[in-house]
Nanobody, 118 residues
Framework: QVHLVESGGGLVQAGGSLRLSCAASGRTFSSYGMAWFRQAPGKEREFVAS????????TYADSVKGRFTISRDNAKNTVYLQMNSLKPEDTAVYYC???????????WGQGTQVTVSS
């Protein structure tokens, strides 16, 4: 079982920055693929970014490419999402997800709210 807890959300003005953190339980965190997803009101959950178990491979949604950076610290069992140049359309609940098997994101955090004002 993997337990994920997100933090770092809040209210920020357009153009500002936030860093989200996701703390994970489990001694094998370093073997998990990790990702961030988000869900805006009235919309489906969408992929934001992912990072491989060693942190070598990262993938981003086109909408955040060049503005967001995903990273991880396996010694701290934590994955991060640095969000810069935030836009009102980035407003959403952001979720951290873990893929322990390489096949699917089976474990999810409770989410953290990010609100970007114009």
């Amino acid at each position: 079982q993997v337990h994920l807890v997100e933090s770092g959300g809040g209210l920020v003005q357009a153009g500002g920055s936030l860093r989200l953190s996701c703390a994970a339980s489990g001694r094998t965190f370093s073997s998990y693929g990790m990702a961030w997803f988000r869900q805006a009101p009235g919309k489906e959950r969408e992929f934001v970014a992912s990072i491989s178990w060693a942190g070598i491979t990262t993938t981003y949604a086109d909408s955040v490419k060049g503005r967001f950076t995903i990273s991880r610290d396996n010694a701290k069992n934590t994955v991060y999402l640095q969000m810069n140049s935030l836009k009102p359309e980035d407003t959403a609940v952001y979720y951290c997800a873990a893929d322990p098997t390489g096949r699917a994101y089976n474990f999810w955090g409770q989410g953290t709210q990010v609100t970007v004002s114009s």
